[in-house]
């Protein structure tokens, strides 16, 4: 997904500023552990109604464009 630009924001007043799927308090982390935990894209719509297939694509997306950086952070 080219354009998770337009479905993931970060906001200072939302969830501490932690990336956010648009116009939700779901953050992208939560998205990810939840498919880190094995659930399917289909199983997180479930439990989060308010998210869309779109939306999980573009968390993984974001994630991806993330470990593209070039400076990369060291793992704690």
């Known amino acids: 997904m080219s ?3 337009q479905r993931i924001a ?4 939302v969830c501490h ?3 956010c799927v648009r116009g939700t308090r779901i953050m992208v982390s939560v998205i990810l552990d939840n498919l880190a935990e094995g659930l399917s894209p289909d ?3 479930v439990e989060y109604p ?3 297939l779109d ?3 573009a968390a993984i997306a974001y994630a ?3 470990t593209r ?3 990369l952070v060291p793992l704690r």
Request: glycine share 4%; no cysteine; hydrophobic share 30%.
């Open 69 to 71: 950086e070039e400076e």
């Open 55 to 57: 939306d999980v694509r």
């Open 3 to 5: 354009n998770w630009e």
């Open 43 to 45: 199983e997180i719509i």
């Open 64 to 66: 991806a464009a993330l």
């Open 50 to 52: 308010p998210l869309t």
């Open 10 to 13: 970060s906001d200072p007043q």
């Open 17 to 19: 500023g932690k990336p």
